[in-house]
C-alpha cells in the first residue's frame, strides 16, 4: 500500500488530475452505455390514436407497472417487446381502445338505482350510437365514424308519431374517399338498426364537410342497386371464362375483361296478334221459312161501273179468290280466328350486351445454352380458345355481343423469388440492428481502454515484475571498450543508472556531447551484463533530452564515416 501512495506522489499533481479525470470520465462512460443498454426494446402498440384515448391507455399501462413510452405526436404507444402480447390482453380485457365510443358496455357499470326514464333513453340512445359507429369502422378504409341520432318523442294527444333521422360523419385513412356505394351501404345499416327509420332520412358527409348522401337521393338506390347488379355479371362471366382457360394456359396467363350493359328499368310489354289467313268455324245457325195464302169472297164487288145511267150491268159472279206464296231462307256462321297474346316482362340487371376481352400469354422456350425465348401461340389455338370463350359467355350475335382474343407477352412486374444471399441476410440484421451494436461496440471500446489506460500501469506499479537480466553477448551499441569516467552530476547519474536499477533520479542537464555518448558507452560492459532497467532509464533520459541525443545520434555517423 506505501508503494502504491509513493507511485502516486511521485507522478506529481497534473498527472493525478489528468488520471483521475480519465478515470471519471471512463466510469460515467460505462454507467451511461449500461443504462442504455438495460433499457428494453420498444415496440409500438398502438398507433394513430386520440390524444385522450392515448392518455387512457398510458394510465392502465402504468397501473400494469409495464415501462411506456409516448410518440412525439402523443398518438403512439410503445411498450416493451415482450410484454406487448400481454399487455394488448389486457387492455382489450378493459375495453381500451374503446374504437369510437362506448356502447352496450355502458350499462354495464350503471347504476339502475336512482335513474330515471329520461336517463334511461339517453343511455340507450348513446349504446346505440357507440356500437353502429364501431360497425362501420369495421368497413375498409374508414378509420373512424360517428353515427348521431334523433329519436323525437310523440307529442301529446297527437296521432302521428315524427319521424326519426340520423346523420353519420366517417373520417377515410390517408386519402382515399368514400365511394357512393359504400356510403349507400353505411345509408342501409343505419335505417335497419334504428326502428321506423327511414333509408332516406340517414344524411352521410364526410370530414371534410362533403356532403355524400342527403334526403334528396332516393333514386340513387336504384342506381346503385343497377351498378350492382352489372358488376356481378361482369364479375361472374369474367370468373367463369378465366377458370376455364387457366386449366389449359396456366394461372396467370390469362387476363380477361368483361364490360356488360344491364338493363336499369323494369318494362312490361304485352301484344296480341290475328292470322286471317287460319280461320275455324266455330257456329253455324240456319233458318228456312215458306208461306201460301188463298182467300174468297160471296159478294160482288163494290165498282164505280156500277153506278152509270143507262148502262146495264152484266152479272158478275157471286164469289171471287185469290192466293199468295212466300219463302225465306237465313243461315249464319260463325267463325274464329287465331290470334297470338305475348306478355314480357324485362326485370333490371338483364344484360342487354356483352362484350368481353382476353388477352392470353404466350410461351417460353429454354435452349440448350440456358436462354429462355418467347414464343407466341399458333392461330389455330387462338381460334380453339375463342370458341370456348363464345360458349363460356353465351355468345349472342342478335344482341350485338363482341369478343376480341389476343396473344401478347406479359410483362412480368413482381420480382423474382430466389433464396437470398447469405451476405444479404447478414447485412440485413446488421441495418436492423446497427444501434445495438453501436452501443456494444462503444461499450467494449470503453472497457478495454479502461484495462490499458488504467487498470493495466496501476498493477504493474504496484506489482512490479522482476527484471530480466540480458546477457553481455546480447547486441549493444557499436562504441568502444573503453569506459570513460563522467565527472559531476552526470557521473552520479551514470552510477544510478547502471547499478541502482533506474530508481535514482535524472541529472538536470548533461554536461556535453562527448560525456553523454561516454555513459551510453559505459552501458555496454558492467560485470558483462547489462540491466533492463538500465535501458528504460536510458529510453527516459532520452525522452527528457531530446536535443542531445540528436547531437550523441549525428557525432557517432560523423565518426563512423571518418
Do not use: C
Not at 175 to 190: C, D, F, M, S, Y
Not at 339 to 347: A, G, I, Q
Not at 438 to 463: D, E, K, T
Amino acid at each position: 500500500m506505501s508503494s502504491l501512495i509513493d507511485t502516486l506522489r511521485s507522478l506529481g499533481r497534473g498527472r493525478l488530475l489528468m488520471l483521475a479525470g480519465t478515470g471519471i470520465g471512463m466510469v460515467l462512460a460505462v454507467a451511461l452505455m449500461a443504462v442504455l443498454l438495460s433499457r428494453p426494446q420498444m415496440t409500438t402498440l398502438f398507433s394513430g390514436l386520440q390524444p385522450a384515448e392515448a392518455g387512457r391507455i398510458v394510465k392502465a399501462i402504468e397501473a400494469m407497472h409495464v415501462p411506456v413510452a409516448v410518440g412525439h405526436d402523443g398518438t403512439t404507444v410503445q411498450v416493451p417487446q415482450p410484454d406487448s402480447a400481454r399487455v394488448r390482453m389486457l387492455l382489450a380485457e378493459k375495453g381500451l381502445p374503446s374504437a369510437g365510443g362506448v356502447g352496450y358496455e355502458l350499462f354495464d357499470t350503471e347504476k339502475p338505482l336512482g335513474i330515471t326514464s329520461f336517463m334511461q333513453r339517453m343511455n340507450r340512445l348513446r349504446a346505440l350510437e357507440g356500437e353502429l359507429g364501431r360497425t362501420i369502422e369495421t368497413l375498409a378504409g374508414i378509420e373512424a365514424a360517428r353515427v348521431h341520432i334523433v329519436l323525437p318523442d310523440r307529442e301529446e294527444f297527437s296521432r302521428n308519431a315524427p319521424k326519426p333521422t340520423a346523420s353519420v360523419v366517417v373520417r377515410m385513412r390517408g386519402r382515399t374517399t368514400l365511394e357512393r356505394q359504400n356510403a349507400l351501404a353505411i345509408r342501409h345499416l343505419v335505417s335497419s338498426a334504428v326502428p321506423n327509420l327511414k333509408s332516406s332520412a340517414v344524411t352521410v358527409l364526410d370530414s371534410s364537410g362533403e356532403l355524400l348522401l342527403t334526403e334528396d337521393d332516393g333514386a340513387g338506390v336504384a342506381t346503385a342497386r343497377a351498378d350492382g347488379q352489372r358488376a356481378a355479371a361482369e364479375t361472374r362471366i369474367a370468373r367463369a371464362v378465366e377458370q376455364m382457360l387457366a386449366a389449359r394456359l396456366g394461372r396467370g396467363n390469362v387476363r380477361v375483361q368483361v364490360t356488360a350493359e344491364v338493363e336499369t328499368k323494369r318494362e312490361v310489354v304485352r301484344s296480341q296478334s290475328f292470322d286471317p289467313a287460319t280461320q275455324v268455324v266455330r257456329s253455324t245457325q240456319t233458318v228456312q221459312e215458306q208461306e201460301r195464302n188463298l182467300d174468297s169472297s160471296g159478294e160482288p164487288p163494290v165498282t164505280a161501273e156500277q153506278n152509270l145511267p143507262q148502262r146495264d150491268v152484266r152479272a158478275q159472279s157471286q164469289t171471287s179468290q185469290s192466293s199468295g206464296e212466300s219463302k225465306r231462307q237465313e243461315e249464319t256462321i260463325n267463325y274464329e280466328i287465331s290470334n297470338v297474346s305475348r306478355e314480357t316482362v324485362v326485370e333490371p340487371g338483364d344484360v342487354r350486351r356483352l362484350s368481353v376481352a382476353v388477352l392470353v400469354n404466350g410461351t417460353w422456350k429454354t435452349a440448350a445454352d440456358g436462354s429462355r425465348a418467347y414464343e407466341p401461340r399458333s392461330a389455330e389455338e387462338l381460334q380453339r380458345i375463342t370458341g370456348l370463350v363464345r360458349s363460356a359467355m353465351g355468345f349472342d350475335a342478335g344482341r350485338g355481343d363482341q369478343l376480341t382474343v389476343e396473344n401478347l407477352e406479359f410483362v412480368d412486374l413482381a420480382p423474382e423469388l430466389t433464396a437470398r444471399d447469405p451476405g444479404e441476410v447478414i447485412v440485413d440484421t446488421l441495418t436492423n440492428n446497427i444501434m445495438t451494436l453501436i452501443q456494444w461496440v462503444i461499450l467494449l471500446v470503453l472497457a478495454v481502454l479502461l484495462i490499458l489506460l488504467g487498470l493495466r500501469p496501476l498493477i504493474r506499479r504496484v506489482f512490479p515484475a522482476p527484471e530480466p537480466v540480458l546477457d553481455a553477448e546480447a547486441p549493444a551499441l557499436a562504441a568502444p571498450t573503453a569506459t570513460p569516467q563522467l565527472a559531476g552530476p552526470a557521473a552520479g547519474a551514470q552510477t544510478a543508472a547502471l547499478e541502482g536499477g533506474g530508481n535514482a533520479e535524472a541529472p538536470p542537464a548533461l554536461p556535453g556531447i562527448e560525456e553523454t555518448v561516454d555513459q551510453l558507452i559505459e552501458l555496454r560492459t558492467v560485470e558483462g551484463r547489462v540491466r533492463a532497467s538500465s535501458i528504460r532509464r536510458l529510453g527516459e533520459i532520452v525522452d527528457e533530452y531530446p536535443d542531445e541525443a540528436i547531437d550523441i545520434l549525428r557525432s557517432w555517423l560523423y565518426e563512423e564515416a571518418a
